[in-house]
Structure formats: structure tokens, C-alpha cells
Nanobody, 117 residues
Framework: QVQIWEFGGGSVQAGESLRLTCVAA????????MAWYRQAPGKTRELVAI???????KVADTVKGRFTISREDFSAAMNKQMNNLKPDDTAVYYC???????????WGQGTQVTVSS
């Protein structure tokens, strides 16, 4: 059983910043990948940023230069700093966790980010 906690969502004005944190825990959990996805109303879920032991760290082009992620290797915690937020960043942000021992994706419940102009 893997549990995931997400912290840091909220409502801000355009141009402001937010920091999201994802923490995972589970018996014998060894985390290979942690990622942030987001889903805006009426849109499909999209990848925002990913930190993988095997594949490295990547940030989507749509947020490059504004969002950064940080995660220590093999850690089950990841931070995402979101600067210069735009109304288009409004979405529910979900944390995904994948372990070394299973192909299963574990999802957090999501945290709402609302950016007003």
C-alpha cells in the first residue's frame, strides 16, 4: 500500500508563485519516478514535470523557465516551485509515484491551483 500526500495548492494572482510538495510512503517502497501532472477543466491530464532515477529530470515546454522540480535521488519527496504563474496554469495538480519493483502508477488525490488575472 502506497500513500501519497500533496501540499501547497491554493489561489494566487497572475505573476505570483506557489510551491507544491509531494511525499510518498509505503512498506518497502523504493521510488524510481515522481512526477507532477495537471488537469484543467475539460482537458486531458498532462505531464508537467518528472524526476526519474533512470531517465533524469524533465519539465514540460509549456512551463519551462517558470517551474522547477527538486528531488534527491531515491527520495520519496519532491518539490515543485512554480513562478510567474499564469491563468492557464489553473488546474488540479496530481503527484504520480512509481517504484522500482512495480509498473503500477500510484496517484495522489490532487491539489487545486487557481491563478486569477
Amino acid at each position: 500500500q502506497v500513500q501519497i500526500w500533496e501540499f501547497g495548492g491554493g489561489s494566487v494572482q497572475a505573476g505570483e508563485s506557489l510551491r507544491l510538495t509531494c511525499v510518498a510512503a509505503g512498506s518497502r517502497l523504493r521510488v524510481e519516478t515522481m512526477a507532477w501532472y495537471r488537469q484543467a477543466p475539460g482537458k486531458t491530464r498532462e505531464l508537467v514535470a518528472i524526476a526519474s532515477i533512470n531517465s533524469g529530470t524533465k519539465v514540460a515546454d509549456t512551463v519551462k523557465g517558470r517551474f522547477t522540480i527538486s528531488r534527491e535521488d531515491f527520495s520519496a519527496a519532491m518539490n515543485k516551485q512554480m513562478n510567474n504563474l499564469k491563468p492557464d496554469d489553473t488546474a488540479v495538480y496530481y503527484c504520480l509515484v512509481r517504484s522500482f519493483s512495480s509498473p503500477e502508477n500510484y496517484w495522489g488525490q490532487g491539489t487545486q491551483v487557481t491563478v486569477s488575472s
